[in-house]
């Protein structure tokens, strides 16, 4: 039996025909917001259906004045304090609107030497995204309803709107004080004939309006512009049964890994199925989860040993605060993202504590079976060279005799109990086999490695390479 018919003789047949339903185009105002909000204009430029939208090249036609706008918005570096900041600076469209660099966290602040907290997320495939609930229901139709939806790391912002005024007034990202200094900068740009378009009242006698007026036209690019949500990868081919979709060997394997949940176990969390509002292969349930990153040194607000970002619970987010000797089951939580487009990324998770995908599927599959490589030590004698068969793909490179293993360091320890117990972080002891042998990590990589956007099949397929056979 040839791979593809093996392939869908088995139960990644469903994985990637519940696929097949994606609408792969614009969606004009769909998702969970509108990119009419806020009183703006609705009046659309001209469109060309004879060629598609490229948001990089004038003219820029097809969408609403308010996206117009929102293009111009988000690559202005002068609504920042520093003049030099702009959503495209840590957005940027040549790495799928994630950081341009492998930092774990970006600098900004009125002279962009100010270290943030988190690194900086994706902003590509957010037009499904629902408003935050504590109990959310799961697209799996299986999952307990939980924590899902909202925009950032602990889902603080209901919308896209909401979210764009965190970075505008953040002291470490853009360092506005108030409205009034955004709303002056846009009246003063060159694009500021069309912001009175899109917003016709007296800017300056209400800077409020006129920044919900602003962050609504950032939200309209996100919302209709195709290049945050293009659907050109070879898994979307795939998917729509269209040429050049065809899966090598090594694809087929991963794709089988990502599901099964003995193995991989991704679409748990990572769920590719149809979902909410409409949507199809996001390759996220929206949902947040515990899995123990450990602590980034690198970050720094992360030298105060009494610092902790336990993602819903704080400290950015302020509904959710722990308090002393009360359980607090958000504490730990942070959203699950999309796995599109990964190899654009430098840094991994919400403190960028990785930076390869082949480093973090090793956390996922070591993380119990060998937790020294991942967490410190303390107390122990290090060895002058690692025994032949220590890993040197951990965090933690040194091997030490003795001491004490700080496991979840990057989480007080009354809130252990929140992490999740899927596998393949399934709690097994150490020392005993992982799920994932190193075949399967390397296919279920080649696998994830056809959610790249922009793909371009080959003129004949590829009859050597590791992703091949």
């Not at 703006?40 to 259906?49: I, T």
């Not at 704080?314 to 730990?332: I, M, S, T, W």
């Not at 040197?392 to 979840?408: A, E, H, M, N, R």
Request: glycine share 10%.
């Amino acid at each position: 039996m040839t791979p593809s018919l093996s392939f869908y003789a088995g139960s990644i047949a469903a994985l990637l025909l519940a696929a097949c339903s994606t609408q792969h185009g614009t969606p004009e105002g769909g998702g969970s917001a509108t990119s009419n909000s806020a009183g703006l204009s609705s009046a659309n430029a001209a469109s060309d259906s004879s060629a598609p939208v490229d948001p990089f090249k004038q003219p820029y036609r097809g969408v609403s004045l308010a996206a117009r706008l929102g293009k111009s918005l988000f690559f202005d570096k002068t609504l920042s304090a520093s003049g030099n900041m702009a959503c495209s600076t840590c957005h940027d469209p040549n790495f799928a609107y994630g950081p341009p660099n492998g930092l774990a966290v970006q600098l900004g602040g009125p002279k962009l030497d100010q270290p943030g907290t988190r690194a900086a997320p994706s902003l590509r495939y957010k037009e499904y995204t629902p408003a935050y609930a504590d109990l959310l229901d799961n697209p799996d139709g299986i999952s307990q309803p939980g924590p899902g939806g909202g925009f950032t790391w602990d889902g603080r912002s209901n919308t896209l709107a909401q979210q764009a005024k965190l970075p505008l007034f953040s002291p470490i990202e853009m360092a506005n004080a108030k409205p009034a200094d955004v709303v002056n900068k846009v009246l003063a740009a060159s694009y500021a004939p069309l912001f009175h378009q899109v917003f016709p009242g007296d800017a300056k006698a209400d800077p409020d309006a006129a920044l919900n007026a602003i962050v609504a036209s950032l939200q309209a690019f996100q919302l209709e512009d195709s290049s945050f949500h293009p659907y050109t990868s070879k898994f979307d081919l795939h998917a729509g049964n269209k040429i050049g979709g065809e899966f090598t060997p090594a694809e087929y394997r991963g794709a089988k890994i990502y599901s099964d949940p003995k193995k991989g176990n991704c679409f748990s969390c990572h769920y590719q199925g149809p979902g909410i509002n409409g949507s199809s292969a996001l390759f996220t349930d929206f949902s947040y989860e515990a899995i123990g990153v450990p602590r980034n040194r690198e970050v720094a607000a992360n030298a105060d040993e009494n610092y902790f970002d336990l993602g819903i619970c704080g400290p950015a987010r302020g509904d959710h605060l722990p308090q002393e000797k009360v359980e607090n089951k958000f504490c730990g939580m942070f959203k699950t993202p999309t796995l599109r487009n990964l190899s654009k990324r430098s840094a991994f998770f919400h403190n960028g504590a990785m930076h390869t995908l082949e480093q973090v599927i090793r956390f996922y599959n070591t993380r119990d079976t060998q937790p020294e490589i991942w967490y410190p030590t303390v107390g122990g004698k290090a060895k002058t060279k690692p025994d032949a068969n220590f890993p040197s793909y951990g965090l933690i490179t040194t091997q030490y005799v003795g001491g004490k293993l700080q496991k979840y360091d990057d989480l007080p320890a009354r809130f252990a109990a929140n992490i999740d117990p899927q596998m393949p972080m399934d709690g097994r002891k150490a020392g005993s086999a992982p799920p994932l042998n190193e075949q399967e990590i390397q296919d279920l990589i080649c696998f994830l490695g056809t959610l790249e956007d922009g793909y371009v099949p080959p003129a004949s397929p590829p009859i050597s390479g590791p992703c091949v056979n």
